[in-house]
């Protein structure tokens, strides 16, 4: 690509970047990450593209999921593990409503910048820049917290590889063994209206994998048989140029950040700084569609990322809220096949359902989401197409942000551990409900 180089994003209008006060100290950080070694590899990202692939094809499904914002002070074992042990688990509910494998994809190991509506926050009369996520700031409202950091962006290098050293360490030896579904809670299922479906689902499940085990003789905890990619929004442009490189006996440029990194909707502009730097790398790519997303922009942007065509590169996460999927999908799944390019659709049933309640506490509630994923799944297939993935925010742990799910979370109970600093995630109890559900449906042919 001639006219394309790893700061050619800097030729363009660049949204949601932070303003640092020298410009000189973010160079010299740039050039530091640029030499350290690499938190991915090329042939990771190739096998991940092959498999989306698949996925596009029909042949596996998508599974991405974590933190609105990994902190980092929350980079400890308990949450890294829980969080793969929840993706791992919905994983295997997946594949057997879906009958096809699932790819894991976490949102970790770098998801650390987020994009902001306001630029600054006002407090008592005092304007301070908005907190834009640990590898920019930091949450707390002094001058000194606020003002971005361009050292944050080592720390945030640093976090990211002791994140990804720690679950490749996981991944790589029967870390969860899912034969034991005592290791899974399932407590909660009799609380749901389908309870006798779940159970039976759960069942099979371990009724499978002990057929597995005795049919291949070995014990599946003791396979490489987890596979797990990162992911992370592709937002804070100098960190990802940082970490873009060449690699040996391979075509092109890749970012080697991450596996998969997805542009937000708030910087998918065709004529942007996020969709130039986009256009040039290697890896398997996302972009967020919301409401706002005209059909003939959609129609750029597949243009301008995907011009060969090329299999497993370019998924579309699709992010309307219940109330509005119905009226703003359809046209844009018109406008992405107009394109004549095969894109893998995947739904995120969570940032378009966010809600404030009275108390300024911000939530979703848990039958809008599953009404998005229910609809998604059947809009795909009204338009003669396929969802073949979600997107989802979810913690491996009890929290209590977002309302409803079988237990009846109500919103009185939000106060309880609400534990995340940005968007609302589903709890480990939901997140599994919710892979039953899809699992249910798509055994249905969904
Ligand atoms: C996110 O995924 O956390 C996010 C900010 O999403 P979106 O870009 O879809 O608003
Ligand atoms: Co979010």
């Known amino acids: 690509m001639p006219d394309w180089s790893p700061t050619s994003w800097k030729t363009k209008p660049a949204e949601q970047q932070p303003l640092y006060p020298r410009e000189d100290q973010v160079a010299r950080v740039v050039d530091e990450i640029s030499t350290l070694p690499p938190l991915v590899t090329s042939w990771e990202i190739n096998a991940l593209r092959a498999q989306l692939a698949e996925a596009a094809r029909g042949e596996r499904f998508l599974l991405q999921g974590g933190d609105c914002a990994e902190r980092y002070d929350h980079c400890d074992s308990g949450t890294i593990a829980n969080k793969l042990k929840i993706l791992l688990q919905m994983s295997l509910v997946l594949a057997l409503g879906g009958q096809r494998r699932v790819i894991r994809v976490g949102r970790f190991a770098g998801q650390y910048a987020k994009p902001r509506s306001d630029e600054f926050e006002t407090r008592h009369g005092v304007t301070l820049p908005s907190y ?49 579904l005592d290791y899974w809670n399932l407590d909660w299922v009799k609380d749901s209206p389908m309870a006798d479906e779940y159970r039976r689902i759960a069942h099979q499940i371990g009724e499978s994998i002990r057929f597995m085990e005795s049919l291949m003789g070995v014990h599946p905890g003791e396979l490489q048989w987890i596979d797990f990619f990162t992911s992370h929004e592709g937002l804070h442009l100098p960190y990802e140029q940082a970490q873009t490189r060449r690699v040996p006996r391979q075509e092109g440029w890749y970012d080697l950040s991450t596996h998969f990194p997805w542009i937000g909707m708030r910087t998918a502009d065709p004529g942007g700084a996020h969709v130039e730097f986009f256009r040039g790398i290697r890896n398997p790519i996302g972009v967020k569609v919301g409401p706002g997303m005209q059909p003939d922009t959609l129609k750029q942007i597949v243009e301008i990322l995907h011009p060969d065509d090329e299999p497993g590169r370019l998924t579309l996460i699709h992010r309307f809220g219940a109330d509005s999927i119905g009226r703003f999908l359809p046209p844009l799944i018109e406008a992405a096949r107009s394109t004549g390019r095969t894109v893998l659709w995947s739904c995120d049933p969570m940032h378009g359902n966010t809600r404030t309640t009275a108390d300024g506490i911000k939530t979703r509630n848990f039958e809008e989401i599953l009404s998005e994923i229910e609809q998604a799944f059947d809009l795909h297939a009204a338009c003669g197409n396929r969802l073949g993935g979600i997107h989802i925010e979810v913690a491996g742990e009890d929290v209590t942000e977002c309302i409803g799910g079988a237990r009846g979370l109500r919103e009185a109970d939000l106060k309880l551990a609400y534990k995340s600093g940005l968007d609302p995630r589903l709890n480990y109890e939901q997140a599994l409900e919710m892979a039953l559900f899809i699992s249910r449906k798509m055994s249905r042919g969904a």
């Open 132 to 180: 834009r996520g640990d590898l920019i700031n930091a949450p707390e409202f002094t001058a000194a917290a606020r003002t971005p950091d361009p050292q944050l962006m080592l720390r945030g290098y640093e976090r990211a590889a002791l994140t990804l050293n720690f679950i490749r360490a996981l991944v790589s030896r029967g870390f969860v063994d899912p034969a034991r």
